[in-house]
């Protein structure tokens, strides 16, 4: 979407009615699905809003199928769910996108299999033979995550469940940009898409769909921004990497022994978790806390380890040196930074190609052009990833 006019900073560029809004309230089962509740209740969040776009998809007086035929082609979506299985792994090996697509896949079968479809069974009434296919409610799914808008708690609200995800005609036709020029604000009456920057006339109007990095941009909508236009940009290095760089110093099994009583400890400290990552930004540590007590812990001396230990950790005692930026980190405790360096080494391993494969594949511009959509889109992710793992190298 252009803007056909220059627009200024504040100005309203539309807006959308709530009853314009697709949502499991306004559908037109939204009585069935208001009723039976407790029984569609998932790990997403999202059941009642896909059965109600089954139900209305194929519902010949629905209101919403002047929206439906503004859809993209379903079967054309471009998420890594949908690619073969050996080219996501070989696109994106090392990025954490195949793990979560892997998730993501087996959570949507059987949520489809233990909730959707005993559901529309049990209303076969309410929805034809043609909606009821597993692969139809991947796409729907797929649809909803690059497509659907959920709308923020209020401050005092924080406890709640998240609210649903809508449908929000117009607005989701807006592509995205970390640098965005627009943003949707929530009344009660409409949603409202406001300019937040100039926006002269002919240009595009951008929006956002929240801080993602690249390896989730393609996950969730099938794309990624250019290498270093994507200022959201982080790269992960898995919690257990860490232990691992740790045990590789280790020379006897009572060193590894202690190396492993140090991480439960750290478990029992919720700093880290067999499945978790520190977060590595551009310019900061989105999870400054987690990686700076974890670095602490695992290089301490047997007796230091002894003394935190039995003051159960940190309780009011915390120093300066317990916090972790990335301008801190060529200050850090020279066992801090060595324990650093051979995670991001560790981790730089986990891809199939290096940062110099992925600069010569950038700068040919011809041998870029090249490149399936999946390839260029891949190739994003991974080098920005790698940019920031590298710059990390150079400050250890």
Request: a negative charge.
């Amino acid at each position: 979407m252009v803007a056909r006019e220059s627009v200024q900073p504040g100005e309203l560029l539309f807006a959308v009615p709530r009853a314009a809004l697709l949502s499991q309230h306004t559908c037109s089962i939204s009585g069935v699905l208001e009723r039976e509740r407790g029984a569609l209740q998932s790990q997403s969040g999202w059941v009642p809003l896909l059965l109600a776009l089954l139900h209305e998809m194929q519902a010949p007086a629905s209101l919403w199928r002047p929206y439906f035929a503004l859809w993209p082609e379903l079967g054309r979506l471009e998420h890594p769910m949908f690619w073969p299985e050996e080219e996501r792994r070989r696109l994106l090996q090392g990025t954490g996108v195949p793990e979560a697509v892997e998730k993501d896949l087996a959570n949507i079968r059987s949520e489809y299999y233990s909730i959707v479809l005993p559901f529309m069974d049990a209303h076969a009434d309410l929805f034809s033979p043609r909606v009821r296919s597993l692969e139809l409610y991947r796409q729907l799914v797929a649809l909803v995550m690059a497509y659907s808008f959920q709308e923020p708690l209020e401050e005092e609200e924080d406890e709640k469940e998240p609210n649903s995800p809508l449908m929000v005609p117009a607005a989701d036709i807006l592509n995205h940009l970390a640098n965005h020029n627009a943003n949707l604000e929530y009344s009660p009456t409409c949603l409202r898409m406001v300019a937040i920057q100039p926006i002269p006339k002919g240009h595009e109007i951008f929006n956002t769909y929240g801080q993602m990095a690249n390896w989730q941009l393609i996950h969730m909508y099938g794309f990624a921004e250019p290498y270093p236009d994507n200022t959201n940009d982080t790269a992960d290095i898995q919690m257990v990497t860490v232990r691992e760089a740790a045990l590789q110093g280790t020379k006897v099994e009572a060193e590894r022994l202690l190396l492993y009583e140090r991480w439960d400890f750290l478990c029992k400290l919720e700093m880290v978790g067999e499945e978790g990552a520190f977060v590595i930004g551009r310019e900061e540590v989105l999870t400054e806390e987690e990686l700076a007590a974890t670095l602490k812990v695992l290089c301490m001396s047997a007796e230091e380890f002894r003394e935190f230990k039995d003051r159960n950790g940190w309780e009011d005692d915390k120093t300066k040196e317990d916090s972790l930026t990335i301008t801190d980190i060529p200050k850090l405790k020279a066992s801090w930074r060595q324990l650093l360096r051979d995670s991001v080494l560790l981790t730089l391993q986990t891809y199939a190609t290096d940062l110099k494969t992925e600069q010569d594949l950038l700068s040919n511009k011809e041998v870029y052009a090249a490149l399936s959509w999946r390839e260029q889109q891949a190739l994003q992710v991974r080098y920005g990833q790698k940019m920031i793992l590298h710059r990390l190298l150079e400050l250890t």
